[in-house]
């Protein structure tokens, strides 16, 4: 967060400046939570899975197995 008073950037945990002391409740009011917490985990143990980067095993001529699971969606919400 950056104060507008003094321009001094400081993590959103604080309510006032570190350097001039300015009030910044009011603006956190308005903003709400930053980060917003997520719904649904962001990344699932599936994504760090080794993934060989030669599929073993296939001989030539043979069509590799390319079924892969969809990718999931992300739904952001936002405030109107």
Do not use: W
Request: charged residues 30%; glycine residues 6%.
């Amino acid at each position: 967060m950056k104060c507008p008073k003094c321009g001094y950037v400081f993590s959103e945990e604080y309510t006032q400046c570190l350097r001039c002391g300015n009030s910044m409740t009011l603006i956190l009011e308005v903003l709400g939570h930053f980060p917003r917490p997520a719904n649904e985990p962001f990344l699932s143990i599936d994504d760090f899975e080794e993934k060989p980067s030669i599929q073993e095993g296939i001989s030539i001529g043979e069509e590799p197995n390319t079924e892969e699971k969809p990718p999931k969606e992300i739904d952001f919400k936002f405030p109107e």
